[in-house]
């Protein structure tokens, strides 16, 4: 053999160690990078509104609508862990997106209808998470607020109203600011970052709801939740079982983001 070909074979053999068998640069996700992903995607911030879900329906809706959903984005999650290579499992090509998995195995018009309800999904979470922001974000100076007047002897009602307008558009700013970073995606602390603050946010959501039931001497609610009476109309409870039904949903959106997850 000429040394020539000697040289291109090893070159070809070196390039070949830092690509996949896709000819993409090799990936580096583990276990454990792929599990912060996922814990980040599960632990989302709709847990936090799980509480007053469960309080809208009672503990015989709440409970089996959370179950119903569980079930159907466990089947959505091992639907889309299947198709994330076309035909052989393991040698098959590989579909980098949701609508690359789509396209190989549905013909055309049903390939524009799942892209429709994808990006129609990703709206709605993406105005649930900036609407679960701007809340936070008011109940956290309103806590302040109280405080303040608090230690000043005064009540504070109604110097503590405010909207969640401002933060809505302070947390929309932000997000296009960082959506301007080049491979903001490929920051490998960030989703460690995430999913430590998924167990914080978690976890003094879990201590203060013991916390209150200590208080109150035992856990709270009714089998069919709100009820309809003083203060509250049948309409008002119509459309706060809406409400907490898409609260339901929202807490399990995360099977959006696997096939990203697997591809890296």
Known sequence: MAPMEVSVEAGNGRESDWLDD???????????????????????????????AIAQLGWVAG???????????YYTSTLLAECYRSGDPETGKRNYTYMDAVRSYLPGTKVKLCGVIQYANLVGVAIGYTIAASISMRAIGRADCFHYHDVRGRSG???????????????????????????FDQIWWLSIVAAVMSFTYSTIGLGLGIAQTVANGGIQGSLTGLSVG???????????????????????????????????
């Not at 990078?33 to 509480?51: D, E, K, N, R």
């Not at 409970?63 to 984005?73: D, N």
């Open 63 to 73: 409970p089996a609508i959370m179950l119903l959903f569980a079930l159907v984005i």
């Open 230 to 264: 003083p203060g509250v109309t049948s309409m008002q409870k119509v459309w706060r079982s809406l409400q907490a039904f898409g609260n339901i949903a929202f807490a399990y959106s995360y099977s959006i983001i696997l096939i990203e997850i697997q591809t890296r």
């Open 22 to 52: 896709d000819g993409r640069p090799r990936r580096s996700g583990t276990v454990w990078t792929a599990s912060a992903h996922i814990i980040t995607a599960v632990i989302g911030s709709g847990v936090l509104s799980l509480a007053w």
């Open 157 to 183: 009602k109604d110097e503590c109203k405010s909207s969640s307008n401002p933060y809505m558009i302070v947390f929309g700013v932000v997000q296009i600011l960082f959506s301007q970073i080049p491979d």
